[in-house]
DNA sequence: CTGCCTTTGAAGCCT
DNA sequence: AGGCTTCAAAGGCAG
């Protein structure tokens, strides 16, 4: 686990973010020269925000892509609203459904963030804000079991989850070392660079201080400042209060602090015997053990760029293709990511970046390790059929090019995502991970640019470029921004020509024997491009196979060996895919045809 | 009810 | 060191 840098307060440079980010090396120095002045507005911002909630408010309302969604999100919270008055005759504290109390608070999504209050939660989310406070204490089984609905039992291990706040913003939400007395995170500070960590609670050991929940009611620090002498998590909330209490804002659901509200990230754990009901699980391990074990929290691991991107993206695919099935939709958002420029793709693992930093500050004892083995193991299926696979190497037959790296895009090529004016990172977000939310904006202003530069001659007036714009939206490099114009809320020029996406993405689950199973040809071995520039996606369609687009791929979880050494009995799904979408099939033939 | 599917990336494990 | 495995999200679907 890598260790803190000494608490200088700046550690963007930690061991683990050098190596997993080294390629951003050069790139932290241009941007250091070149937005010196966005990270100072950034941080300033952060400590600001809060206080200027009530007028950003106005601001970050039409960001909002989907006004009408809001609409409905509004009166269902007033419904909520109403009967939450009337069960508790006015009182702030609301019991939930899920657990644990909610706190009827406005919108932080305006005062933490747009990252907070927009594309982060999909539609049916945002009714329901996605503030956690910190963890006072840890839930017990208990409490899990008590609650109503708030666990979602993923491979045994029960997330603790509000059913509609899925994925809070893991920088919103991190709850921070509840569970690790001694992590002092001396030198996480908002200073740090870190803007996002005015979404993060304080320290539970600075909660505890706290006489009563109300105490943090307008007028009061919510928290006291912790070790960094900083609590813009208290000052958004305490904004946020006073909009309450002002009567600014709609109300809108929270959970209270006097509960433990665990983060999406922290998960109970409560292994069970597979198979066997809660109350009667049988101990896996030593009760000893496993008490340990019970009372240790599941932190989830920080997510990646690809993981924030289809946080991001799924809703925006799912709106655009009706299509429900995850699996579908992340063969589509694996073929966007591709797709996308360098750019975009860097601003994701910049925030993927933080996340793993913000998230190795607030919890500095965990590692993956931790979570190893808690899910429940998956079937050797893939690797052990490429074993079987008579050439396993030829996976890299339809190599052409060398393997994109897995890793962030090279820098070098690029202008910091900080660096561009436009970018929304140097817009003072203070949920910076987030910042890609007000992407519909600078989006927008991209797409102009792009557009202003691209080629004319668009694959999007093939037949297959309703294809191509939502499968890889970024192909050619016009392409990418046409998608980005899709994303930006506004129909896109070519969303009126998109069917049902009929993506044909498996064989069905046709019993995986690892013939089948190998016939799952990866969506993008068609189309998405090797290295993923821009311009190289242009070819996507040319070749029908490519290589895995990352090392581990190319050897665990490469899904084609039978269609490696079949290729042409199983047709590439990406070829299922263009016909099909050629012929604009309904979603509902989808799976015919590939029977 | 549980696990699979499907994607990419990070990180741990293993040889 | 390099290859392999696991996990992170998500929701439909199959067993």
């Known amino acids: 686990m890598p260790q803190l840098n000494g608490g200088d307060g700046d550690d963007l440079g930690a061991s683990d973010e050098l190596i997993a980010f080294k390629d951003e090396g050069e790139l932290e120095e241009k941007r250091n020269v070149l937005s010196d002045r966005d990270l100072d507005d950034v941080k300033s911002s952060l400590v600001n925000e809060s206080e200027t909630n009530s007028s950003s408010d106005s601001e970050q309302s039409d960001r909002r892509p989907k006004p009408s969604q809001d609409l409905e999100s509004r009166v269902r919270q007033s419904q909520l609203y109403q009967e939450a008055l009337r069960r508790q005759d006015g009182a702030l504290f609301q019991p939930s459904p899920y657990g644990y109390p909610f706190f009827m608070i406005p919108d932080l999504g305006n005062l933490c963030s747009p990252y907070l209050a927009n594309g982060a939660l999909t539609p049916s989310v945002r009714p329901y804000l996605p503030f956690q406070w910190p963890l006072l204490d840890v839930p017990g089984r208990a409490s899990i079991r008590d609650s109503a609905t708030p666990t979602h039992l993923s491979n045994n291990v029960p997330v603790v989850q509000h059913p509609h706040m899925p994925h809070l913003h893991p920088l919103l939400s991190y709850s921070p070392e509840a569970f690790s007395p001694q992590r002092a995170s001396p030198g996480f500070s908002p200073d740090a660079g870190l803007s996002r960590a005015a979404c993060y609670p304080m320290s539970p050991s600075g909660m505890a201080q706290i006489p009563h929940p109300l105490g943090w009611l307008p007028g009061q620090p919510m ?75 599941h932190i989830k691991k920080p997510l990646n760029a690809f993981m924030l991107y289809m946080r991001d993206e799924r809703p925006k695919v799912v709106a655009q293709c009706q299509v429900k099935e995850s699996a579908t939709i992340n063969q589509i958002l694996g073929q966007r990511w591709h797709s996308l420029s360098k750019e975009q793709q860097s601003k994701y693992y910049e925030m993927a970046r933080k996340e793993r930093l913000i998230h190795s500050k607030l919890y500095p004892g965990w590692s993956a390790r931790d979570n190893y083995g808690k899910r429940k193991k998956r079937k050797r299926a893939k690797s052990e059929t490429q074993i ?208």
Do not use: W
């Not at 912790?226 to 309450?244: C, D, H, I, W």
């Not at 292994?271 to 340990?292: R, T």
């Open 223 to 297: 928290y006291p400042l912790g070790a960094g002498g900083f609590s813009p998590a208290a000052l958004a909330m305490n904004a946020s209060m006073s909009s309450l209490v002002s009567g600014n804002f709609p109300p809108r659901l929270v959970p209270t602090p006097k509960s433990s509200i665990p983060h999406p990230a922290i998960v109970t754990t409560v292994k069970q015997e597979p198979g066997v009901s809660g109350q009667h699980a049988k101990p896996v391990v030593e009760p000893q053990m496993q008490k340990e074990d019970e009372r240790k929290p």
């Open 388 to 595: 079987e696979t008579p050439s396993s190497g030829s996976t890299e037959d339809f190599s052409p090019q060398p393997k994109r790296p897995c890793g962030p895009p090279d820098f070098e090529e690029n202008l910091s995502p900080m660096s561009q004016p436009h970018q929304p990172v140097s817009q003072g977000t203070v949920g910076h991970s987030r910042t890609h939310h007000a992407q519909p904006h600078s989006m927008s202003h991209l797409t102009h640019t792009h557009l202003s530069q691209a080629s004319p001659a668009s694959s999007m007036d093939s037949p297959a470029t309703p294809t191509t714009a939502l499968a890889s939206p970024a192909a050619p490099a016009p392409t990418h921004t046409e998608h980005i114009h899709s994303y930006s809320g506004h129909a896109s020029p070519y969303a009126e020509q998109l069917q049902p996406l009929s993506l044909t993405t498996k064989p069905h689950r046709s019993h995986t024997s690892p013939n089948t199973q190998g016939s799952t040809q990866p969506l993008r071995t068609s189309a998405t491009p090797g290295p993923s520039t821009p311009s190289s996606t242009s070819d996507t369609s040319l070749s029908p196979f490519q290589p895995p687009s990352s090392p581990n791929r190319a050897t665990s979880r490469s899904t084609t060996p039978t269609l490696l050494s079949q290729p042409f009995l199983i047709p590439p799904k990406s070829a299922i895919l263009h016909s099909a979408l050629a012929q604009t099939q309904p979603l509902s033939l989808r799976r015919t045809n590939q029977l």
